[in-house]
């Protein structure tokens, strides 16, 4: 199965759009990601859809079903995401201000391709 996938989640409060054109510009080289996978939530969710649709990437949303969950229902969502698309994922990215007390600024994963 090609890995031709981005995962993006991130705080529904996010609205530094720069950061985000700039990290998924790095990540996603043409031919290479096909699909962006989101929550379609307020925030680092919608904006990622947005530069998916500029890129001309396939956007994939995945709503959480908060009447049912409740505040677990994000991370149900994203649990979901990881599970469902993992065969068909090359990496995940996450937008959060929560974290950045202990980092500053944003980690991306390295690989082996």
Known sequence: MTRDTIIVCGSRDWNDVETIDEWLTLMCK????????????????????????????LGIEYPADWNAFGPSAGPRRNAEMVKSEAERTWRGVAFSYLSLKAITGIGLTTGTE
């Open 30 to 57: 043409p031919g290479r990601i096909n699909r962006l996978v989101h929550g379609g939530c307020e925030g680092a969710d919608r904006i990622a859809a947005a530069w998916a649709a500029k890129a001309g990437l």
